[in-house]
T-cell receptor, first 112, second 111 residues
């Protein structure tokens, strides 16, 4: 069966510091991969999605970037964090664009 | 631009009650609709996926219906239990496979 791993679970970082969140999927190949951010009381906002290695689409202009160095690995990064980057970050995958989306357990990021 | 609304934002019911959660969307040209459950501080768990050609999907005590023409979907939970307490989100996928989420309904089932 397929599983998705996301780490760390929580992170506290000072303003201006770099960020790296990692997500890996097991038990499947060439998945669609997604990064979402969830703000309190609001719906999920799609940040990035990828349909293959090195293929990244950005949905919103922001202080963040994403990379897919391997088929089942998706990384969310920032060179310098802003206070507004605080939030709950969720990685998700699906076999293709038609199938159900499956989420990791999320990373709670607090920028101080 | 697709907008997805879930009302009410919060709902509290006694154990054993049957309940309906609502999801409405502005653009009826959808590809499919997915219902999720989210426990506090956790990721989303997929519950049901309804294709645009389907009217409903069932899994255990859960039944999701879809009325594309009116831009509505409902999630019916039978015989609610305290363990059903969570936030329930719906998400609508368009033909470009883009997903738009609602803000969710926070359900509390009282023992």
């Amino acid at each position: 069966s397929q599983t998705i791993h996301q780490w760390p679970a929580t992170l506290v970082q000072p303003v201006g510091s770099p960020l790296s969140l990692e997500c890996t999927v097991e038990g499947t190949s060439n998945p669609n991969l997604y990064w979402y951010r969830q703000a309190a009381g609001r719906g999920l906002q799609l940040l990035f999605y990828s349909v293959g290695i090195g293929q990244i689409s950005s949905e919103v202009p922001q202080n963040l970037s994403a990379s897919r160095p391997q088929d089942r690995q998706f990384i969310l990064s920032s060179k310098k964090l802003l206070l507004s980057d605080s939030g709950f970050y969720l990685c998700a995958w699906s076999p293709d664009g038609d199938s159900p989306l499956h989420f990791g357990n999320g990373t709670r990021l607090t920028v101080t | 631009k697709q907008e997805v609304t879930q009302i009410p934002a919060a709902l509290s019911v006694p154990e054993g009650e049957n309940l309906v959660l609502n999801c409405s969307f502005t653009d009826s040209a959808i590809y499919n609709l997915q219902w999720f459950r989210q426990d506090p501080g956790k990721g989303l768990t997929s519950l049901l996926l309804i294709q645009s050609s389907q009217r409903e999907q069932t899994s255990g005590r859960l039944n999701a219906s879809l009325d594309k023409s009116s831009g509505r979907s409902t999630l019916y939970i039978a015989a609610s239990q305290p363990g059903d307490s969570a936030t329930y989100l719906c998400a609508v996928r368009n033909s470009a496979r883009q997903l738009t989420f609602g803000s969710g309904t926070q359900l509390t089932v009282l023992p």
